[in-house]
């Protein structure tokens, strides 16, 4: 069976980056939140890249939130990078995530948003 999601990690100025490509299901969504959970609090900011994942179901959008929560319990940053008018934007917006989440358009914009802003504030 052939794997929904690949995801890579790097870091960067203030920032660990994970890039996640294809889809984000229930099948794969405990693997995704163990492996983003493991880079919480690391650095100042998370920056989970989107952009290349094609489908986010209601697991999905847990394992964001319950990241987002975390991230808040230990002080640190949240940024999801995510393509303009992409299904992953558009699950952000019916749901009224996109609101209470640092959403960016390009990763360069994330990091630079990681750079001069402080998470805690």
Known sequence: MPELATI?????????????????????????????????????????DLTSCSYVDSAGLSVIARVDARCREVLCGLRLVVRAESGVERVLSMTRLDAVLNVDRTLVEAMKSAVEEDPRA
């Open 8 to 48: 890579e990690f790097e870091r960067a100025e203030r920032a660990s980056v994970v890039r996640i490509e294809g889809e984000i299901d229930m099948s794969n969504a405990d693997h995704i939140l163990d492996e983003l959970m493991a880079r919480v609090g690391s650095d100042p900011w998370l920056i989970v």
